[in-house]
């Protein structure tokens, strides 16, 4: 879920549909070079000698209270599960990118274990639905909003993981890099991304029938919140009319629990004035409780990635998709490559197409699934060279290859194997895929 924001801001400016409109297409697609590359890594918290144990309250109270006195250069967070996220500054490289998180997870690790707890790469919890951790407005609001449609949202904010990857807009003019064919990209690719990556087939102790049960948490959450814009010509224009035509989740206020309306879209919160005007202030919030596959906040947040086994499996996920983005050559390969898959979209947005969910589902023991994230693994393992990749990295994405991609399989089977080898057997944190940590 990757989002702190919180606290109410004091009303300022009202807004206007068509000032809306405008601030929308000025603020989250700023275009030009792609430079900067960013990641942001989420964990579920574990006990060290039994991950099946509860964890309280307290216990990741006092760990986290230890965490906060630790230099890093990520930003640390804590989500409404007790979930940990670092989020890393922008980077000007990928292996900038990779030293500085890598760095301070090696902090945060040390801190956690001498407390007995571990970060667990899993894009789902498996075991339970962990209670609420954090208790602030924003997130009783998303809850009250959310428990109107189902357990999915609770789950979703308490027991999932990922890993997501940031990347510059694009130029505004056409071509590999542009802004117009990096938004569709990511559309595309992201379902490869899932399937490619699923690692979450558990819940309550038992599969759920889907490799990335968190993908499918955000499909039982809905499109309201959960999903994208249809795709088309114009980006910014797209996702104007889906930030106006999204509902509010609540009506911030100073005075005591946040309102949560019921089936209010930002635009009608705008005609009707009600309970208060809007402002700019509101505007910046609400972009923020709107949880997309893809969403474009100046930058793209590629949201749809499980949270990856081993200390350092996160880096396969975020060197792949660097290369596919950030290499001309590969990108347009990869364009090349997803362009039959935007058929079984068939105009429904991400993620509640048949495309995603067969991805989130069934994986790569879908045929064109597969061939498709072959050919995009082929084309980042050329390109990582050219971005600078470190062989050790290198070697990380062609070992992720040749144990999953190669032979239609995700570290979710891996759950599942050990399930079935032992039944009742727990699933630990992971081992790496490669079988030792990636030198950076």
Not at 93 to 103: H, I, K, N, P, Q
Not at 182 to 201: E, I
Not at 357 to 367: C, Q
């Amino acid at each position: 879920m990757s989002d702190a924001e919180g606290g109410c801001a004091q009303p300022r400016t009202t807004v206007t549909e068509a000032e809306v409109d405008a601030l929308v297409r000025g603020i989250c697609f700023k275009t030009g070079p792609p430079r900067r590359l960013g990641v942001e890594v989420e964990w579920l918290v574990q006990e060290l000698r039994d991950p099946r144990l509860p964890l309280s309250s307290a216990r990741l109270e006092a760990a986290y209270a230890a965490l906060r006195s630790v230099p890093l250069k990520s930003a640390l967070t804590v989500e409404p599960g007790g979930q940990l996220e670092l989020s890393s500054p922008p980077a000007g490289s990928l292996m900038e990118c990779v030293g500085t998180v890598s760095a301070d997870l090696d902090a945060v690790r040390a801190v956690l274990r001498r407390d007995g707890l571990v970060l667990a790469g899993l894009g789902h919890a498996p075991w339970r639905t962990p209670g609420r951790f954090l208790r602030e407005a924003r997130y009783d609001a998303m809850e009250a909003c959310l428990d109107r449609g189902g357990p999915a949202g609770r789950a979703m904010m308490r027991a999932s993981a990922s890993v997501q990857v940031c990347l510059d807009a694009g130029y505004e003019e056409p071509g590999p890099l542009g802004h117009v064919r990096r938004w569709w990209l990511a559309h595309q690719l992201g379902a490869v991304l899932v399937a490619v990556f699923a690692n979450s087939p558990l819940a309550e102790g038992r599969p759920t029938g889907w490799l990335s049960t968190r993908q499918l948490r955000w499909d039982q959450i809905g499109t309201g919140r959960a999903g994208g814009p249809v795709l088309d010509a114009d980006p910014r224009a797209a996702w104007a009319r889906h930030v106006l035509d999204s509902p509010v989740m609540c009506v911030r206020d100073d005075g005591g629990p946040w309102p949560v309306p019921r089936e209010l879209t930002f635009r009608e919160w705008i005609r009707s004035g009600t309970p208060r005007r809007p402002t700019r202030e509101d505007l910046d919030y609400h972009a923020t409780t709107l949880f997309p596959p893809v969403r474009p906040r100046g930058h793209l947040e590629l949201r749809m990635i499980d949270a990856q086994p081993g200390d350092d499996g996160w880096i396969v996920p975020l060197a792949v998709t660097a290369a596919l983005f950030e290499d001309p050559e590969a990108a347009e390969t990869a364009y090349r490559a997803v362009k039959p898959l935007a058929e079984r979209a068939r105009g429904v947005p991400a993620p509640h197409n048949a495309l995603w969910r067969d991805a989130a589902r069934v994986g790569l023991a879908d045929p064109e699934l597969r061939e498709v994230a072959a050919g995009c693994f082929a084309a980042a393992l050329r390109a990582l060279p050219r971005i600078g990749a470190t062989a050790g990295v290198v070697d990380a994405v062609e070992a992720y290859r040749d144990r999953y991609v190669a032979r239609g399989r995700c570290p979710a089977d891996d759950l599942l194997d050990g399930l079935r080898a032992t039944p009742g057997r727990h699933p630990r944190h992971g081992s790496p895929p490669h079988g030792k940590d990636i030198p950076s």
